[in-house]
């Protein structure tokens, strides 16, 4: 089975701060995703990246950045974190061989910015 | 922004009984229309997808209609068990094909 963790399950940052969300994928996948879930709005696409070192941004990159030096790991960046920026984060990835729709979700990291 | 509508944002039903839940969508790449399944402090799980040449695709009691020239799908499940209760996402692919839009989600509660 294809596994994607992320690093935190919850996470309390302060407003400002510099925040680094993890996310690593154990099946050779090319892409991977960032979302946010927040209740109400549903699942919103912040970045996405098709390989190392690329990336493009999905509806809301606002106050985000990216980084993917290697193929397993996909980093979010809060840049300085703000309370409207607490929600639960959603990394995913997917291979050609499943298209565009065969997503595989981490658990999430619930962060909260105080 | 594109979007996807989908409708309703909560739904109850009794065991046994049919949940059927709506997505609309706006221009978009033609490839699969998937369903997902999210149970508390999981993320989303792939449930069912669709290829849009097919009006319909039944796995178990999970099936998803599709009507291409309304931009809709719904799914539907039979014989709603409590185990069910989640909440649903549909997606569609955005219009460059690159990634996924997902709909609000309708939680779904089944009743015992």
């Known amino acids: 089975d294809v596994k994607v963790t992320q690093s935190s399950r919850y996470l309390v940052k302060r407003t400002g701060e510099k925040v680094f969300l993890e996310c690593v994928q154990d099946m050779d996948h090319e892409n991977m995703f960032w979302y946010r879930q927040d209740p109400g709005l549903g699942l919103r696409l912040i970045y996405f990246s098709y390989d190392v070192k690329m990336k493009e941004k999905g509806d809301i990159p606002e106050g985000y950045s990216v980084s993917r030096e290697k193929k397993e790991r996909f980093s979010l960046i809060l840049e300085s974190a703000s309370t409207n920026q607490t929600s639960m984060y959603l990394c995913?990835?997917?291979?050609?061989?499943?298209?565009?729709?065969?997503?595989?979700f981490g658990s999430g990291t619930r962060l909260t910015v105080v | 922004q594109q979007q996807v509508k989908q409708s309703p944002q909560s739904l109850i039903v009794q065991k046994g009984g049919i949940s059927i839940i709506n997505c609309a969508y706006e221009?978009?790449?033609?490839?699969?229309f998937p369903w997902y399944q999210q149970f508390p402090g999981k993320g989303p799980a792939l449930l069912i997808a669709?290829?849009?040449?097919?009006s319909e695709k039944k796995e178990g009691r999970f099936t998803i209609s599709f009507n291409k020239s309304a931009k809709q799908f719904s799914l539907h499940i039979m014989d709603s068990q409590p185990g069910d209760s989640a909440t649903y996402f549909c997606?569609?692919?955005?219009?460059?094909?690159?990634?996924?839009?997902f709909g609000k989600g309708t939680t779904l509660s089944v009743s015992s």
């Open positions: 669709i290829r849009p040449d097919v």
């Open positions: 997606a569609a692919p955005n219009q460059a094909g690159t990634a996924l839009i």
């Open positions: 221009n978009t790449a033609f490839d699969y």
């Open positions: 995913a990835s997917s291979s050609p061989g499943t298209g565009l729709y065969g997503y595989t």
